[in-house]
């Protein structure tokens, strides 16, 4: 299957400082990528919807100003969390989305190894 | 929007037996089905997946049924090793014409027992 990275993987800041959390696909080219956060033993909480090029979309509830999304080039998509606080702390997790075949509308979703934040 | 449900939240299997984790879905438009294998402190893994011209897909020791009638879908382990557990996450993606929209089940922790 494709390979998607994340970096860090995991990170420790202080409360009031920003992080920035990269996610790159690795041998494909990603017109779409999300970000999804994820709190022990829970499910996966789909963030934001990262678009190539474009701005990003933010699912309901999610502040755009704290979690800022840049998706720069087709293979590079970041989240920083600004001014993080210890309720920000969590497992981070970006997807990437690939078509099953070129010029189709039937795609395949890759996940990412995800980045542990801890803010103290 | 979409409702996946996912049973059972935890299961225990003895190494060699089956095991089999069961979703439903609630939008008739849904239209593919994968099935994510999350070991602890990584990302989910995708493992098998479905498409709803299909009835059932196999791959070696794991297999997913697909009932779009009664919209639900199965996952199926044989021969369960150790290996296997972690926590298995069931999804449902409406994608087609300008739409995508992926929704998890709950996830299923499943440990195997040597």
């Known amino acids: 299957g494709a390979v998607v990275s994340q970096h860090p993987s995991w990170v420790i800041c202080k409360s009031g400082t920003s992080v920035k959390i990269e996610c790159r696909s690795l041998?494909?080219?990603?017109?779409?990528m999300f970000w999804y956060r994820q709190f022990p033993k829970q499910s996966l909480m789909l963030m934001a919807t990262?678009?190539?090029?474009?701005?990003?979309?933010?699912e309901q509830g999610v502040e755009k100003d704290k979690f800022l999304i840049n998706h720069a080039s087709l293979t590079l998509s970041t989240l920083t969390v600004t001014s993080a606080h210890p309720e920000d702390s969590s497992f981070y997790i970006c997807?990437?989305?690939?078509?099953?075949?070129?010029?189709?509308?039937?795609?395949?979703?890759?996940f990412g190894p995800g980045t542990r934040l801890t803010v103290t | 929007g979409e409702n996946v449900e996912q049973h059972p939240s935890t299961l225990s299997v003895q190494e060699g037996d089956s095991a089999v984790i069961k979703c439903t879905y609630s939008d008739s438009a849904s239209n593919y089905f994968p099935w994510y294998k999350q070991e602890l402190g990584k990302g989910p893994q995708l493992i098998i997946d479905?498409?709803?011209?299909?009835g059932e897909k196999k791959d070696q020791r794991i297999a997913v049924t697909l009932n779009k009638t009664a919209k639900h879908f199965s996952l199926h382990i044989t021969e369960t090793q150790p290996e296997d557990s972690a926590v298995y996450f069931c999804?449902?993606?409406?994608?087609?014409?300008?739409?995508?929209?992926?929704?998890f089940g709950k996830g299923t922790k499943l440990s195997v027992i040597p």
């Open positions: 990262s678009n190539e090029g474009s701005k990003a979309t933010y």
């Open positions: 041998d494909f080219q990603a017109t779409t």
């Open positions: 479905i498409r709803s011209n299909v």
């Open positions: 999804a449902a993606i409406r994608s087609g014409a300008g739409s995508y929209q992926l929704t």
């Open positions: 997807s990437a989305r690939i078509p099953t075949r070129a010029g189709t509308r039937s795609y395949e979703q890759y």
